[in-house]
Nanobody, 120 residues
Framework: VQLQASGGGLVQAGGSLRLSCAAS????????TGWYRQAPGKEREWVAG?????????YYADSVKGRFTISRDNAKNTVYLQMNSLKPEDTAVYYC?????????????WGQGTLVTVSS
């Protein structure tokens, strides 16, 4: 299933953005979904995840805990990442993907991602 991330842009430090990850069919109720990011010159890292069952349990990397919120809208086949109190170090290309038992076990190919730039 092709996942499409969108919603990136340029924002000042302290600002907010909401990213969206849309699937072509019901996917997120079957598989856990994560947001990942890759900053220039760095490896891709996991940022947040939501499990497939019920409303979904959420998990966050320490670097974004308390600032980012992942959520899911099953009717729209969309997963969101609400990013508040953004910092320049949040600048990266953000991707979404489903994963297996571990966040590193991504199931799909990486799309183009969406660029988030946070200015100081």
């Amino acid at each position: 299933v092709q996942l499409q991330a969108s919603g990136g842009g340029l924002v000042q430090a302290g600002g907010s953005l909401r990213l969206s990850c849309a699937a072509s069919r019901s996917t997120f109720t079957r598989y856990a979904t994560g947001w990942y990011r890759q900053a220039p010159g760095k490896e891709r890292e996991w940022v947040a995840g939501i499990t497939s069952g019920g409303m979904g349990s959420t998990y966050y990397a320490d670097s974004v805990k308390g600032r980012f919120t992942i959520s899911r809208d099953n009717a729209k086949n969309t997963v969101y990442l609400q990013m508040n109190s953004l910092k320049p170090e949040d600048t990266a290309v953000y991707y979404c993907n489903t994963y297996g038992l571990r966040v590193s076990q991504v199931r799909g190919s990486w799309g183009q991602g969406t660029l988030v730039t946070v200015s100081s």
